[in-house]
């Protein structure tokens, strides 16, 4: 199985570059970020809550996004692989991962670290934010998005060095020249794993 962790602060392209993942390499999207924002369209009970931490900037609680994640993965136990879009998060959720994938018999094949400097990211956002309305993609959210990216998430960075499984890919350019420097890590990865 290639599974694969999509890796970035908040506007790196992680949604933009996994639509060009699936189409190339036929693995499942898991996008938390994604299935979240249906759930709030919907009002359901986690929407409500989900919405809370979201429009804040704040991760949602961890026992909603394991859960939901679980869920997902025991549905679609059949796909090639997955591509993991916005998890994990945090320490606690990257363990987690490798706790649910090592009980299916299988683990994380490699994180494609998408970097992106802050004000591009945050003209991104912005300009996101004009065009679909999003609550979270404002200056004051964006901000406290970037904050909880650099004290929570990217820890993960070492977490998967460790590993040895950290690809870093330069998120700047046309989303087909970033798109081109991903396929390559993969195709790589792709042929050693078959080789091996
Ligand atoms: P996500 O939905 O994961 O979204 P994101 O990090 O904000 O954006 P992404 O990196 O996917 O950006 P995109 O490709 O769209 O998370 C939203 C919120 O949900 C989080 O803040 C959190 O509250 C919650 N959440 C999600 N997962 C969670 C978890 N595991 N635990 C707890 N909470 C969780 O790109 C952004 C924009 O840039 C787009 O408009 C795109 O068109 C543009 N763009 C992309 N590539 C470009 C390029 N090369 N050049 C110019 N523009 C580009």
Do not use: C, W
Not at 4 to 27: C, D, H, M, R, W
């Amino acid at each position: 199985m290639l599974n694969v962790v999509i890796f970035g602060a908040p506007g790196s392209g992680k949604g933009t570059q996994s639509e060009l993942i699936i189409n190339k390499y036929g693995l499942y999207h898991i996008s938390t970020g994604e299935v979240l924002r249906g759930e709030i369209k919907s009002k359901t009970e986690l929407g409500i809550i989900a919405e809370e931490y979201i429009s804040k900037g704040q991760l949602v609680p961890d026992e909603i996004t394991i859960k939901m994640l679980t869920n997902i993965i025991d549905t679609n136990k059949s796909s090639k692989g997955f591509i993991f879009d916005g998890f994990p998060r945090n320490l606690n959720q990257g363990e987690a991962l490798d706790i649910l994938l090592r009980a299916k018999g299988t683990a994380i094949t490699a994180i494609i670290n998408l970097s992106v400097d802050e004000p591009e990211l945050i003209k991104r956002l912005l300009k996101r934010g004009e065009e679909s309305g999003r609550s979270d993609d404002n200056l004051e959210t964006i901000n406290k998005r970037l904050e909880v990216y650099r004290t929570q998430t990217e820890p993960l960075k070492e977490f998967y060095k460790k590993q040895g499984k950290n690809i870093s890919i330069s998120g700047t350019g046309s989303v087909d020249e970033i798109f081109s420097r991903i396929a390559e890590a993969l195709d790589r990865i792709k042929e050693a794993t078959s080789n091996s």
